[in-house]
């Protein structure tokens, strides 16, 4: 018998709270198993199952929020996540709502419980998309915080994933490079030091996503920025009128260590040679 010859009859009225109970069993195996049959039921008849899955959100993310133990958090973040894996298609309105309650947990000492709740994330993305723009600032200090230590293999993993799936699926690219100094440093120093060839070829995928800048529009500053260091103070203002160079672009670029290091040397050559 092939699976999912009952699904049109599990996703009836009258079954769909045996279903839905199986999420809450106390046999790990059997929950998860409950939850793989909640997603067959959701492509089935999403109309009657959508009350009994919010019940259901409801219900893990209060015991998510709430509980102090330790191992009741870690079912409930992982009951999350596998939930809203396989019924993403039925989300779209629960989306930000959801992330409100992941991204503290996010940053849970468990380090468990901060992953799956990075990868839930990740996996929200995919129906949020331009909802999720406005909790990026938050996301990203959250993610380069896990990039950049050492101890958690298992988060640095999560969280690699969990930022080519917000970039991919909002559309923010190329612009996390720059507004965010840390992050290219924390790429590049799991390419070079990395404990597994999986988390080099996910920090790979993870350059591929956000894209790469302009070379032409950093040459062009780069020269634009060093012959302003370099004019008088009366070039400098004519040079900044007819210059087309934004405040705050030029104040990103000039505030990077590596391009003060080579203004100054620019300039100490500048001035022995004069």
Known sequence: MQRGNFDVFLSQPEHLPAVFLSVNDNVSDHRFIGIDLVGRVCQQN??????????????????????DDHTTREEAAHVLTELTGVTKPLLGGYALTLLRVLLPKASDPNPTVAALALRSIGELSEVGRQQFLEHVPQLMNTIIGVLNDPTGQLRRDTALKALADICFNTGYVIDPIVEYPKLLPALNKILELGESQDLRREAIRVLGVLGAIDPYRRT????CCLSWLAADDGDRTTWWRTTRWSLMSFARLV???????VVRQRRTITSGSL
């Open 220 to 223: 062009v500053s780069w020269g």
């Open 255 to 261: 505030s990077r260590r590596p391009f003060l290091s």
């Open 46 to 67: 999403p109309a009657l199952v959508m009350p009994w899955l919010r019940k259901t959100l409801i219900q893990i993310t209060s015991s998510l929020q709430f509980t």
